[in-house]
Protein backbone atom coordinates (compact mmCIF):
# COMPACT_ATOMS: atom_id res chain seq x y z
CA UNK A 1 0.00 0.00 0.00
CA UNK A 2 2.81 2.44 0.90
CA UNK A 3 4.52 1.59 -2.24
CA UNK A 4 1.75 1.98 -4.29
CA UNK A 5 0.95 5.70 -2.60
CA UNK A 6 4.82 6.52 -3.07
CA UNK A 7 4.56 5.90 -6.95
CA UNK A 8 1.53 7.93 -6.93
CA UNK A 9 3.01 10.79 -4.78
CA UNK A 10 6.45 10.49 -6.92
CA UNK A 11 4.66 10.84 -10.32
CA UNK A 12 2.65 14.11 -9.30
CA UNK A 13 5.98 15.39 -8.00
CA UNK A 14 7.28 14.69 -11.38
CA UNK A 15 3.85 16.23 -13.13
CA UNK A 16 4.09 19.12 -10.62
CA UNK A 17 7.67 20.32 -11.35
CA UNK A 18 7.50 19.42 -15.22
CA UNK A 19 8.92 22.57 -16.93
CA UNK A 20 6.91 22.17 -20.07
CA UNK A 21 2.77 21.15 -20.29
CA UNK A 22 2.93 17.35 -22.22
CA UNK A 23 0.90 16.95 -25.09
CA UNK A 24 -1.06 14.11 -23.37
CA UNK A 25 -1.57 14.33 -19.66
CA UNK A 26 -2.85 10.84 -19.78
CA UNK A 27 0.07 9.61 -21.54
CA UNK A 28 2.76 11.58 -19.49
CA UNK A 29 1.56 10.43 -16.11
CA UNK A 30 0.40 7.00 -17.45
CA UNK A 31 4.20 6.00 -18.21
CA UNK A 32 5.59 7.92 -15.17
CA UNK A 33 3.67 6.15 -12.54
CA UNK A 34 4.63 2.45 -14.74
CA UNK A 35 8.17 2.74 -15.08
CA UNK A 36 8.29 4.05 -11.25
CA UNK A 37 6.03 1.18 -10.17
CA UNK A 38 8.21 -1.20 -12.81
CA UNK A 39 11.39 -0.18 -10.11
CA UNK A 40 9.91 -0.55 -7.25
CA UNK A 41 8.65 -4.10 -8.28
CA UNK A 42 12.01 -5.02 -9.05
CA UNK A 43 13.34 -4.30 -5.89
CA UNK A 44 10.19 -5.84 -3.70
CA UNK A 45 11.52 -9.17 -5.61
CA UNK A 46 14.90 -8.98 -3.91
CA UNK A 47 13.43 -8.74 -0.85
CA UNK A 48 10.99 -11.22 -1.17
CA UNK A 49 13.62 -14.15 -1.71
CA UNK A 50 13.88 -13.28 2.04
CA UNK A 51 10.97 -13.17 3.49
CA UNK A 52 9.87 -15.98 6.17
CA UNK A 53 7.30 -18.16 5.19
CA UNK A 54 4.14 -17.49 2.44
CA UNK A 55 3.93 -14.06 0.94
CA UNK A 56 0.65 -12.46 0.40
CA UNK A 57 -0.72 -8.79 -0.61
CA UNK A 58 -1.78 -6.47 1.98
CA UNK A 59 -5.22 -6.65 2.61
CA UNK A 60 -7.59 -3.94 0.68
CA UNK A 61 -10.31 -2.60 2.52
CA UNK A 62 -11.65 0.12 0.87
CA UNK A 63 -13.54 0.18 -2.60
CA UNK A 64 -11.02 1.85 -4.47
CA UNK A 65 -14.31 3.45 -7.15
CA UNK A 66 -17.36 4.65 -6.06
CA UNK A 67 -18.65 3.33 -9.70
CA UNK A 68 -20.63 -0.44 -8.54
CA UNK A 69 -20.30 -1.52 -11.75
CA UNK A 70 -16.31 -0.79 -12.14
CA UNK A 71 -15.77 -1.88 -8.73
CA UNK A 72 -17.80 -4.83 -9.41
CA UNK A 73 -15.68 -5.39 -13.11
CA UNK A 74 -12.93 -5.28 -11.43
CA UNK A 75 -12.95 -7.22 -8.30
CA UNK A 76 -11.68 -10.44 -9.79
CA UNK A 77 -8.52 -8.39 -10.35
CA UNK A 78 -8.02 -6.94 -6.94
CA UNK A 79 -8.28 -10.78 -5.34
CA UNK A 80 -5.93 -11.94 -3.38
CA UNK A 81 -5.75 -14.76 -5.72
CA UNK A 82 -5.30 -12.43 -8.82
CA UNK A 83 -2.92 -10.38 -7.26
CA UNK A 84 -0.57 -13.65 -6.34
CA UNK A 85 -0.63 -14.66 -9.81
CA UNK A 86 0.38 -11.44 -10.52
CA UNK A 87 3.39 -11.88 -8.92
CA UNK A 88 4.25 -15.06 -11.33
CA UNK A 89 4.74 -12.11 -14.19
CA UNK A 90 8.00 -10.28 -14.73
CA UNK A 91 7.68 -6.84 -13.81
CA UNK A 92 7.35 -5.71 -17.72
CA UNK A 93 4.66 -8.66 -18.43
CA UNK A 94 2.66 -7.13 -15.29
CA UNK A 95 2.80 -3.27 -16.15
CA UNK A 96 1.93 -4.57 -19.53
CA UNK A 97 -0.99 -7.00 -18.60
CA UNK A 98 -2.04 -4.55 -15.82
CA UNK A 99 -2.72 -1.32 -18.51
CA UNK A 100 -4.01 -3.77 -21.19
CA UNK A 101 -6.55 -6.50 -19.44
CA UNK A 102 -7.67 -3.86 -16.70
CA UNK A 103 -7.66 -0.64 -17.87
CA UNK A 104 -7.43 -1.22 -21.78
CA UNK A 105 -5.08 1.10 -22.89
CA UNK A 106 -3.75 0.33 -26.35
CA UNK A 107 -0.55 -1.02 -27.41
CA UNK A 108 0.87 2.10 -28.88
CA UNK A 109 0.08 3.93 -25.38
CA UNK A 110 1.29 0.87 -23.64
CA UNK A 111 4.65 0.66 -25.52
CA UNK A 112 5.10 4.68 -24.62
CA UNK A 113 4.46 3.86 -20.95
CA UNK A 114 7.02 1.00 -20.82
CA UNK A 115 9.52 1.89 -23.34
CA UNK A 116 9.03 -1.32 -25.65
CA UNK A 117 7.87 -1.63 -29.39
CA UNK A 118 4.69 -2.23 -30.04
CA UNK A 119 5.71 -5.90 -31.32
CA UNK A 120 7.10 -6.34 -27.76
CA UNK A 121 4.44 -5.33 -25.79
CA UNK A 122 2.05 -7.67 -27.81
CA UNK A 123 4.56 -10.71 -27.02
CA UNK A 124 4.95 -9.74 -23.65
CA UNK A 125 0.53 -9.34 -23.34
CA UNK A 126 0.53 -12.76 -24.95
CA UNK A 127 3.24 -14.35 -22.28
CA UNK A 128 1.46 -12.91 -19.30
CA UNK A 129 -2.39 -13.57 -20.16
CA UNK A 130 -1.24 -17.37 -20.76
CA UNK A 131 0.57 -17.17 -17.27
CA UNK A 132 -2.70 -15.91 -15.44
CA UNK A 133 -5.17 -17.71 -17.50
CA UNK A 134 -2.99 -21.33 -16.55
CA UNK A 135 -3.19 -20.30 -13.04
CA UNK A 136 -6.58 -18.27 -12.87
CA UNK A 137 -9.34 -19.81 -10.12
CA UNK A 138 -12.53 -20.46 -11.24
CA UNK A 139 -14.71 -18.44 -9.17
CA UNK A 140 -18.34 -18.75 -8.79
CA UNK A 141 -19.86 -16.24 -10.74
CA UNK A 142 -22.99 -15.86 -8.14
CA UNK A 143 -21.69 -13.49 -5.87
CA UNK A 144 -24.88 -13.79 -3.59
CA UNK A 145 -24.10 -17.36 -3.05
CA UNK A 146 -21.19 -16.46 -2.17
CA UNK A 147 -21.73 -13.90 0.11
CA UNK A 148 -24.03 -16.34 1.47
CA UNK A 149 -22.02 -19.26 2.17
CA UNK A 150 -19.39 -16.58 4.06
CA UNK A 151 -22.14 -15.67 6.07
CA UNK A 152 -23.09 -19.26 7.25
CA UNK A 153 -19.31 -20.02 8.12
CA UNK A 154 -18.66 -17.32 10.16
CA UNK A 155 -21.49 -18.34 12.05
CA UNK A 156 -20.28 -21.46 12.50
CA UNK A 157 -17.04 -20.20 12.74
CA UNK A 158 -18.26 -17.72 15.93
CA UNK A 159 -19.44 -20.64 17.41
CA UNK A 160 -17.20 -23.37 16.94
CA UNK A 161 -19.62 -25.52 15.27
CA UNK A 162 -17.29 -28.98 13.93
CA UNK A 163 -19.80 -30.53 12.17
CA UNK A 164 -20.94 -26.87 10.33
CA UNK A 165 -17.72 -25.74 9.48
CA UNK A 166 -17.15 -29.25 7.84
CA UNK A 167 -19.73 -28.91 5.71
CA UNK A 168 -18.81 -25.71 4.45
CA UNK A 169 -15.17 -26.71 3.46
CA UNK A 170 -14.04 -28.53 0.49
CA UNK A 171 -12.47 -31.78 1.21
CA UNK A 172 -8.81 -30.76 0.46
CA UNK A 173 -9.39 -27.15 1.56
CA UNK A 174 -6.32 -25.22 2.37
CA UNK A 175 -5.70 -22.74 4.87
CA UNK A 176 -2.36 -20.79 4.90
CA UNK A 177 -1.11 -17.47 6.22
CA UNK A 178 0.99 -14.77 6.17
CA UNK A 179 2.86 -13.65 9.00
CA UNK A 180 6.67 -12.95 7.78
CA UNK A 181 7.75 -14.46 10.81
CA UNK A 182 6.61 -11.32 13.03
CA UNK A 183 3.56 -13.18 14.05
CA UNK A 184 2.40 -16.68 15.74
CA UNK A 185 1.24 -18.51 12.22
CA UNK A 186 1.12 -22.12 10.98
CA UNK A 187 4.32 -23.28 9.12
CA UNK A 188 3.17 -24.76 5.68
CA UNK A 189 -0.49 -24.06 6.41
CA UNK A 190 -3.39 -26.61 7.60
CA UNK A 191 -4.90 -29.14 4.72
CA UNK A 192 -8.28 -30.82 4.86
CA UNK A 193 -12.11 -30.35 6.09
CA UNK A 194 -11.52 -31.97 9.32
CA UNK A 195 -8.28 -30.74 10.16
CA UNK A 196 -9.22 -27.45 9.19
CA UNK A 197 -12.75 -27.35 11.43
CA UNK A 198 -11.30 -28.73 14.33
CA UNK A 199 -8.47 -26.27 14.32
CA UNK A 200 -10.94 -22.82 13.94
CA UNK A 201 -13.89 -24.80 16.73
CA UNK A 202 -10.54 -25.15 19.30
CA UNK A 203 -9.30 -21.28 18.56
CA UNK A 204 -12.68 -19.19 17.66
CA UNK A 205 -14.42 -19.82 21.05
CA UNK A 206 -12.29 -18.94 23.07
CA UNK A 207 -11.12 -16.46 21.60
CA UNK A 208 -14.67 -14.59 21.85
CA UNK A 209 -14.79 -15.24 25.41
CA UNK A 210 -11.58 -13.05 26.04
CA UNK A 211 -13.77 -10.42 23.88
CA UNK A 212 -12.36 -10.66 20.28
CA UNK A 213 -14.24 -9.84 17.19
CA UNK A 214 -15.20 -11.19 14.18
CA UNK A 215 -16.28 -8.51 11.89
CA UNK A 216 -17.24 -10.13 8.23
CA UNK A 217 -16.24 -7.64 5.73
CA UNK A 218 -15.09 -7.58 1.90
CA UNK A 219 -11.53 -8.19 1.39
CA UNK A 220 -10.18 -7.63 -2.33
CA UNK A 221 -13.51 -7.58 -3.00
CA UNK A 222 -14.22 -11.45 -1.40
CA UNK A 223 -15.95 -12.26 1.62
CA UNK A 224 -14.01 -12.07 4.23
CA UNK A 225 -13.24 -10.69 7.83
CA UNK A 226 -11.32 -8.95 9.98
CA UNK A 227 -10.64 -10.41 13.71
CA UNK A 228 -10.29 -7.68 16.68
CA UNK A 229 -8.98 -8.18 19.94
CA UNK A 230 -10.92 -6.85 23.10
CA UNK A 231 -9.83 -3.46 22.12
CA UNK A 232 -10.87 -2.75 18.37
CA UNK A 233 -6.82 -3.62 17.40
CA UNK A 234 -6.01 -5.38 14.24
CA UNK A 235 -5.41 -8.87 14.56
CA UNK A 236 -5.84 -10.22 11.30
CA UNK A 237 -7.81 -10.69 7.96
CA UNK A 238 -9.11 -13.56 6.55
CA UNK A 239 -10.45 -13.42 3.13
CA UNK A 240 -12.25 -17.09 1.42
CA UNK A 241 -12.17 -18.50 -2.14
CA UNK A 242 -15.09 -20.39 -3.39
CA UNK A 243 -16.01 -22.71 -5.74
CA UNK A 244 -18.81 -25.30 -6.03
CA UNK A 245 -20.76 -23.99 -3.00
CA UNK A 246 -17.59 -25.00 -0.81
CA UNK A 247 -14.46 -22.81 0.49
CA UNK A 248 -11.35 -24.17 -0.97
CA UNK A 249 -8.81 -21.61 0.20
CA UNK A 250 -8.76 -19.52 3.79
CA UNK A 251 -5.73 -17.02 3.49
CA UNK A 252 -4.80 -14.94 6.54
CA UNK A 253 -2.73 -12.07 6.76
CA UNK A 254 -1.02 -11.79 10.20
CA UNK A 255 2.23 -10.07 9.63
CA UNK A 256 1.73 -6.71 11.36
CA UNK A 257 3.33 -4.57 8.51
CA UNK A 258 0.78 -5.60 6.51
CA UNK A 259 -2.06 -4.58 8.46
CA UNK A 260 -1.20 -0.89 9.32
CA UNK A 261 -3.72 1.01 6.97
CA UNK A 262 -6.95 -1.22 8.33
CA UNK A 263 -6.36 0.70 11.97
CA UNK A 264 -4.16 -0.26 14.90
CA UNK A 265 -2.82 -3.36 15.38
CA UNK A 266 -3.27 -5.57 18.08
CA UNK A 267 -0.03 -8.10 19.61
CA UNK A 268 -0.98 -11.18 17.82
CA UNK A 269 0.98 -13.41 20.39
CA UNK A 270 0.14 -12.29 23.38
CA UNK A 271 -3.97 -12.27 21.74
CA UNK A 272 -3.03 -16.16 21.07
CA UNK A 273 -1.08 -16.86 24.83
CA UNK A 274 -4.58 -15.79 26.60
CA UNK A 275 -6.83 -17.21 23.76
CA UNK A 276 -5.37 -20.57 24.82
CA UNK A 277 -5.33 -19.88 28.24
CA UNK A 278 -9.23 -19.59 28.13
CA UNK A 279 -9.15 -23.01 26.08
CA UNK A 280 -7.41 -24.28 29.05
CA UNK A 281 -9.97 -22.73 31.45
CA UNK A 282 -12.73 -23.71 30.16
CA UNK A 283 -11.74 -27.28 29.49
CA UNK A 284 -10.27 -27.74 33.36
CA UNK A 285 -13.04 -29.81 35.50
CA UNK A 286 -14.44 -27.20 38.16
CA UNK A 287 -13.29 -28.11 41.39
CA UNK A 288 -15.92 -29.79 43.78
CA UNK A 289 -15.67 -30.19 47.36
CA UNK A 290 -14.50 -33.20 48.83
CA UNK A 291 -17.74 -35.63 50.25
Excluded at 48 to 60: H, T
Excluded at 163 to 173: G, K, Q, S, T
Amino acid sequence: MSEAEDAVQETWLRWDGSPITPASTKAFLSAVVTRISIDVLRSARVRREEYVGPWFPEPLMADPYQDPERSAELADSLSMAALLLLERLSPLERAVFVLREVFAFGFPEIASAVGRSETACRQLAVRARRHMDEGRPRFDADRKEREELAERFFDAFREGDVDALRELLAADVHMVGDSGGKAPQWARGIVGAGNVARLLAAIVPPFGRIGGVVEPHRVNGQPGAILRDRDGRVLNTVVLDVLDGRIQTIRSVINPDKLGHVGPVADARAVLRETWQARRDADRPEERPAP
